[in-house]
């Protein structure tokens, strides 16, 4: 149980272009999710806080314009990157929340590349 | 805020010897977890262990145990009879009452045949 499905595991997209990553609960409902970043060889950094039926909370320098955020039911929340430039470039993970004691699990992640 | 800091950025350790992760973290929570995650190769976050903070005994899961020094505000990862399927990066991490998990830099723990 408690699993977090993310989609598509790895994406190459053209510069100017958007992109969009799914992450679902797939076996329970997840008021919250969160959307963090990974360099490579470098830890992750929390980017934003989704609400199911809110608008997001974003951490500090990360551009809310850039990366939209929707949560829009109990199971699903995207990120889209918009107009992608290399240095978006990066490796994307999500992670909700489940149950009452501090269980948390996290998508397997999503390896954007911008050319 | 909640600061995590790992201070070992890389560690390797003989397969079936005992190797140590350090991580100290800040926090203004009375009651709070600790967590150790793996990211193997693979990248996916598994999770090796957790720590509550008002627990006194140290969390044990199979090979892996932590050494939690609340007032030190250390949570240092002890690995014994270390296996090839180890070698990951190792990271420390603490949810603010958000939620929000803040990690530490990581350690890059190799184990050697």
């Known amino acids: 149980g408690a699993v977090v499905s993310q989609h598509p595991s790895w994406v190459i997209c053209k510069s100017g272009t958007s992109v969009k990553i799914e992450c679902r609960s797939l076996?329970?409902?997840?008021?919250?999710m969160f959307w963090y970043r990974q360099f490579p060889k470098q830890s992750l950094m929390l980017m934003a806080t989704s609400n199911e039926g809110s608008k997001a909370t974003y951490e500090q320098g990360v551009e809310k314009d850039k990366f939209l955020i929707n949560h829009a039911s109990l199971t699903l929340s995207t990120l889209t990157v918009t107009s992608a430039h290399p240095e978006d470039s990066s490796f994307y993970i999500c992670?909700?929340?489940?149950?009452?004691?501090?269980?948390?699990?996290f998508g397997s992640g999503t390896r954007l590349t911008v050319v | 805020a909640q600061t995590v800091t790992q201070s070992q950025p890389e560690m390797s350790v003989q397969e079936a010897e005992t190797v140590t992760l350090s991580c100290t973290y800040d926090t203004s929570e009375n009651n709070y977890y600790l967590f150790w995650y793996k990211q193997p190769p693979s990248r996916q976050m598994i999770l090796v262990i957790r720590?509550?903070?008002?627990?006194?005994q140290n969390a044990t899961e199979n090979r892996f145990s932590v050494n939690f020094q609340k007032a030190a505000k250390s949570f240092s990862l002890k690995i014994s009879d270390s296996q090839l399927g180890d070698t990951a990066m190792y990271f420390c991490a603490s949810p603010n009452t958000g939620n929000q998990f803040y990690f530490g830099t990581g350690t890059s723990l190799t184990v050697i045949p």
């Open positions: 076996d329970f409902q997840a008021t919250t």
């Open positions: 992670s909700a929340r489940w149950g009452v004691y501090y269980g948390y699990t």
């Open positions: 720590q509550e903070a008002y627990k006194q």
